[in-house]
C-alpha cells in the first residue's frame, strides 16, 4: 500500500521558514516525480514546486527564489524548504507522487502552513 506522509507544517512569522517533508513508502520511489501543492479553501489546488526522478525541478512563479524542492532517494523522501515565507503562503501543502509512465498519482494527507502577518 502506497503511503504518503507530510510532516514540518505549523505557524510561522511572515519572513519566516519552514521545511516540509514527505516519507514515502510502497512505491519505487526512485522512479516517480514527485511534486508539492497548495490548495486553500475556494481555490483549485496548485503546483508549488516539482522535481523529476532525474532531479530537475520546476517552480510556480510565485515561489521562485523563495523555495528548494530536493529528494533523498536513498530515504524516500521529498523535501519543500521554504524561505521568506509570506502571508499569501498560507495553504494545506500536499505531497504528490506520480509516475506518468505507468498512470500512477498518489497523494498524502496534507499538512498546514499558516504565515502570519
Known amino acids: 500500500q502506497v503511503q504518503l506522509v507530510e510532516s514540518g507544517g505549523g505557524l510561522v512569522q511572515a519572513g519566516g521558514s519552514l521545511r516540509l517533508s514527505c516519507a514515502a513508502s510502497?512505491?519505487?520511489?526512485?522512479?516517480?516525480?514527485m511534486n508539492w501543492y497548495r490548495q486553500t479553501p475556494g481555490k483549485q489546488r496548485e503546483l508549488v514546486a516539482a522535481i523529476s526522478s532525474g532531479g530537475d525541478t520546476n517552480y510556480a512563479d510565485s515561489v521562485k527564489g523563495r523555495f528548494t524542492i530536493s529528494r533523498d532517494n536513498a530515504k524516500r523522501t521529498v523535501y519543500l524548504q521554504m524561505n521568506s515565507l509570506k502571508p499569501e503562503d498560507t495553504a494545506v501543502y500536499y505531497c504528490n507522487a506520480r509516475r506518468s509512465s505507468i498512470g500512477s498519482d498518489y497523494w498524502g494527507q496534507g499538512t498546514q502552513v499558516t504565515v502570519s502577518s
Open positions: 510502497g512505491l519505487f520511489f526512485s522512479l516517480n516525480a
